[in-house]
């Protein structure tokens, strides 16, 4: 899949658990700013580990700011779990 591809499921996904149009979740908007706090990103890791089959660490997805840098983290962790 690519970065692309995934950038666009996890803007779904972040859109859904923070209750917003995934058009109002741009590409380098901090994940604060959307209003993410711990238990939303707890929520967030949790979907990701079960889409894609893999384990996140917290700290790991911590320091993940944007969406743009999560579809990369994501796509850097599939490759090596691949």
């Known amino acids: 899949m690519s970065q ?3 950038k666009e499921e996890l803007r779904a996904l ?4 923070v209750e917003k149009d995934p058009s109002e ?3 380098d908007v ?5 209003g993410v ?5 707890i929520e967030i890791i949790s979907e990701i580990e079960r ?3 893999i384990k996140i660490a ?11 840098l999560a ?4 796509a850097q962790k599939l490759g090596q779990a691949g």
């Open 4 to 6: 692309s591809n995934l």
């Open 14 to 17: 972040m859109a859904e658990i």
């Open 25 to 27: 979740i741009g590409d």
């Open 30 to 34: 901090r994940l604060r700013e959307l």
């Open 37 to 41: 706090d711990s238990m939303q990103a």
């Open 51 to 53: 889409r894609y089959h």
């Open 58 to 68: 917290e700290s790991e997805f911590d320091q993940v700011r944007t969406l743009n």
């Open 71 to 74: 579809s990369a983290f994501l």
